[in-house]
């Protein structure tokens, strides 16, 4: 496992980027929604596109597209993988 | 030690603060486990397939096309609405006139009293049946377009483009959901905004859901735009300017909607907007008939018994007001004629105002009551044509701004009476169903005041 | 003739409720239930003149108490006990929906998988072994297409075999991490010396270990009840009805 220091967040990685997802920084009822939907460390999520206005951006996980807003996308911890 | 005591010696086996990680373990490895499975029993043959959504994503919430795209999908929808409805509606008023000489005649010979007729067949009879003529045929082609739509699973991608407007409103993303049931019917709509959590945030759905309009304020908008907005356009081109006008009315609802919502975010309802996700599911294709069938099916029962429940009462009640008299004036003019002032100022007069009131109880029936109380018989007209209406209104005083005004107001005024009981049900508050009866009627009072005092002051009628 | 009582369970936007629809016909009515404002819609229907009941649990992602939907849904397969729950999966997202799949296998062993969707899966290239993955989870696996009304034949004669006890299955059981699976297994003892063999323990204790308090209330609740009731279950009685019809 990485130091948290060498990691990125979800937020910054690219649109067609693939995202290996280390650590779920944020706490309570939001942790519990986002790891049902396969937001999960270990989960290797696909940064799809933002939305016409630039927020929020959609991600394929577990199969499905869910799209998050910044503020929620900034909170989830790990590194962007080669394709 | 009892079965409880000793369950609840267990209950505490894991110290609070590392309840997150546990979580987090056992769902991960849920997932871990889900992949696996997959990975053993699904073959992905065709990836172009499998994303075929994302690409149509790429055009549907794209920076360039993604607005425009819905601003022409929710005007193809109007357009058809508005080609498509006018000749069945004059089918069946002129159906309903036909079924009303037999029913005239059976009461002549049956020696019926004068007033007996005047309540069950000029109140009543005629009530229902405009309501049913005037309502029907756009809602059987509005909505299983809109059904379409929905089940095409256009919808979410609505709330993905305007969810950022949304977010600096202060208002939740899923809020964009919530409307759209507004187009149908603001009651069911505020059953709805149960999908939005935060109760701020539900809130301010709550409180705003009534500028998107409703089921029975489409033929009010339509037929206004149709009569004095789109003048001197014929055939195509009238629909299509008499579209432009209700798609204008709709996004100038949507615009007050965010700004009620920030105005509230900032004062009553203060707060940020709670974290949320969105699913974005793949584009389906719709069973086409299925969901026609269903869509208008649904609609037809839902205002025949509108109609029944809501408008045959409120035809008799009108009827009622407007014969029976105090001096040599009905009831009806009276109160009329205490509303003319206001309504004046406003760009309307006493009887539009008299009709929103005692129309309270449904949308739809708002126009009904507005031409009943124009004519001095007191029973709704048989309305042969849009000429003898308009004429109706043009001696009436009506001019541009008259069907200007009501237009606005109609979008903007009071939630109708069933939504109110909703909005109170789910709020369990008198004080916020005041504020959701409060806030719409200050705005459609000083939006209709300013529009009248900036056209009259340019002298522009 | 008894009455089989089947729980209906999946994600949201599955086409539970077309199933539901495919299933029952007309034949609804909506209730509330254990006093909760989460309604739930149940309706009969007929196979080989059998009389078969559908509970439709509301759609969720997974069932620990995130939402009320949650714990309803959960409540209902683990206190009510239907003859079967009919898990319906989204063949198009599989994953996500084999995570909800994974956590109704530890809670009853009574359990009928249906992947739904299926002609969409197809369109989209996706090739499904339902064989294997029934082999793997240890329950029927049954391709249908609720829409289009295909294999609804095949999953009812399945329902009916196994209310009726011919299918016998054999759940897989979720695999933890090994500090996590010892502490599950010390607790699952306790659990099921206090509770009897009533109860699911292994996914009791794994509730316990997730300190899952709104659980832990709903199962003395139920404790409670049936000690004043002289221990027999309800199966089918808590089920409020008010009156039917669809609101607007």
């Known amino acids: ?83 | 030690m009892d079965q409880q005591q000793r369950l609840d010696a267990l209950a505490a086996v894991t110290p609070a603060e590392e309840l997150d990680h546990i979580r987090e373990s056992i769902v991960s490895n849920l997932f871990q486990k889900s992949r696996e499975l997959c990975s053993k029993s699904v073959v992905i043959q065709d990836k172009n397939q499998l994303y075929k959504s994302e690409k149509l994503d790429r055009i549907f919430t794209s920076k360039v096309w993604g607005f425009p795209i819905m601003l022409g999908l929710l005007g193809v929808v109007f357009y058809l609405t508005i080609a498509g409805a006018n000749v069945p509606s004059s089918m069946l008023a002129n159906f309903f006139g036909w079924v009303e000489g037999y029913i005239t005649l059976a009461f002549t010979a049956m020696n019926a009293p004068e007033w007996l007729h005047g309540l069950l067949v000029l109140g009543l009879y005629r009530g229902t049946s405009w309501v049913v003529s005037v309502m029907l045929p756009p809602m059987a082609i509005f909505f299983p377009v809109f059904a379409l739509l929905e089940n095409y699973g256009y919808l979410p991608r609505v709330a993905f483009n305007l969810d950022r407007l949304f977010k600096k409103s202060g208002a939740h993303g899923k809020q964009s959901l919530t409307m759209a049931m507004g187009f149908g019917c603001n009651a069911a709509a505020i059953m709805s905004t149960r999908i939005i959590e935060s109760p701020r945030e539900r809130m301010l759905a709550i409180l705003t859901n009534n500028f998107v309009p409703c089921n029975g304020r489409w033929p009010t908008l339509i037929l206004l735009a149709s009569l004095f907005m789109a003048v001197g356009f014929t055939g195509g081109m009238h629909t299509l300017v008499t579209a432009f006008v209700v798609m204008g009315m709709v996004l100038f609802g949507v615009i007050i909607t965010l700004l009620v919502s920030w105005m509230l975010s900032k004062t009553a309802l203060k707060g940020t907007p709670s974290h949320y996700t969105l699913e974005l599911p793949p584009y389906r294709k719709p069973k086409m008939l299925n969901t026609i069938l269903r869509a208008s099916l649904d609609k037809t029962i839902y205002v025949l018994r509108r109609a029944v429940k809501v408008a045959a009462p409120a035809g008799v009640l009108t009827w009622v007001l407007a014969n029976i008299y105090i001096g040599d004036t009905s009831i009806l003019l009276h109160f009329v004629q205490f509303l003319d002032p206001f309504g004046q100022l406003l760009g309307m007069d006493g009887f539009i105002l008299m009709a929103f009131i005692i129309g309270m109880p449904a949308n739809e029936i708002v126009l009904p009551i507005l031409l009943m109380g124009y004519l001095s018989t007191g029973a709704l007209t048989e309305v042969e044509d849009m000429a003898a209406l308009k004429q109706i209104f043009l001696d009436n005083g009506w001019t541009w701004l008259t069907a200007l005004n009501m237009m606005l107001f109609s979008l903007l005024h009071f939630p109708c009476g069933t939504t109110l009981v909703n909005i109170f049900k789910e709020t369990k508050s008198w004080k916020w169903t005041f504020v959701a009866f409060a806030i719409p009627t200050v705005i459609a009072i000083g939006v209709t005041f300013a529009v009248a005092q900036v056209i009259r002051g340019f002298g522009w009628v | 003739m008894k009455e089989y009582t089947i729980a209906l369970a999946g994600n949201p936007n599955t086409g539970k409720s077309t199933l539901f629809n495919a299933l029952t016909g007309l034949k609804q009515h909506t209730g509330n239930w254990a006093g909760k404002t989460v309604t739930l819609a149940s309706g009969y229907y007929r196979y080989k003149n059998i009389p078969l009941k559908i509970v439709d649990l509301p759609g969720t992602y997974s069932l620990f108490s995130n939402s009320e939907d949650e714990e309803v849904a959960r409540d209902y397969i683990v206190f009510e006990k239907p003859d079967v729950t009919l898990l319906v999966l989204d063949a198009t997202s599989l994953e996500r929906s084999l995570n909800l799949a994974l956590q109704v296998l530890e809670m009853t062993d009574q359990v009928l998988i249906c992947l739904n969707l299926m002609d969409e899966a197809k369109k989209k290239g996706l090739k499904i072994n339902a064989k294997q993955l029934s082999k793997n989870l240890g329950v029927p696996v049954i391709p249908i297409s609720a829409r289009n009304r295909e294999g609804l034949d095949v999953l009812s004669d399945t329902l009916l075999k196994m209310c009726s006890g011919t299918i016998k299955t054999k759940p897989y059981k979720m695999k933890y991490r090994e500090e996590i699976e010892a502490k599950i297994i010390k607790l699952e003892k306790e659990l099921s010396e206090i509770l009897g063999p009533d109860y699911p323990a292994r996914w009791l204790a794994i509730r316990f270990l997730d300190g899952d308090s709104k659980l832990i209330a709903a199962l003395k609740n139920k404790l409670a009840s049936n000690g004043e009731g002289g221990g027999v279950h309800g199966s089918t009685t808590a089920l409020g009805r008010s009156g039917g019809g669809h609101s607007c």
């Open chain 1, 1 to 83: 496992m990485k130091d948290q220091s060498d990691m990125t967040t979800l937020y910054l990685a690219q649109s067609g980027q693939k995202f290996l997802i280390q650590k779920v920084k944020i706490k309570g009822d939001l942790k519990r929604r986002l790891l049902d939907l396969g937001f999960v460390p270990g989960s290797v999520v696909e940064v799809l596109k933002a939305s016409p206005l630039g927020d929020p951006v959609s991600y394929r996980v577990a199969g499905t597209v869910i799209a998050l807003r910044k503020e929620e996308s900034q909170l989830l911890f790990g590194e962007v993988i080669q394709r």
